[in-house]
Nanobody, 121 residues
Framework: QVQLVESGGGSVQAGGSLKLSCAAS????????MGWYRQAPGKERELVSA???????SYTDSVKGRFTISQDNANNTLYLQMNSLKTEDTAVYYC???????????????WGQGTLVTVSS
């Protein structure tokens, strides 16, 4: 019932910018948060950023000050503005959505197919 489709990835030189989008559809009205994961070759998938239903945002330390997560509730679209990109940001980026479970916002429902971001020096 929930579908997530990422877009906006591509190749960019270090110091450049990209804006990722995640279009959500289906039954998402009761979601408690959405976010972005990424996975670089040979590394574990990590949570990059998240935004809760009340607008609270969080970021992993490596992207603080450079990335900004936002959500357009009217269009059910999640964004990740990425500035001052570094080569270490190269990864496949995935959108994810969470729902409440047992009083906690921790039930990962789905993530999309991913969009590749390649940053060159």
């Amino acid at each position: 019932q929930v579908q997530l489709v990422e877009s906006g990835g591509g190749s960019v030189q270090a110091g450049g910018s990209l804006k990722l989008s995640c279009a959500a559809s289906g039954y998402i009205f009761s979601s408690c948060g959405m976010g972005w994961y990424r996975q670089a070759p040979g590394k574990e998938r990590e949570l990059v950023s998240a935004i809760s239903s009340d607008g609270t945002t969080s970021y992993t330390d490596s992207v603080k000050g450079r990335f900004t997560i936002s959500q357009d509730n009217a269009n059910n679209t999640l964004y990740l503005q990425m500035n001052s990109l570094k080569t270490e940001d190269t990864a496949v980026y995935y959108c994810a959505i969470w729902f409440y479970s047992g009083g906690y916002c921790n039930a990962l429902d789905a993530w999309g197919q991913g969009t590749l971001v390649t940053v060159s020096s």
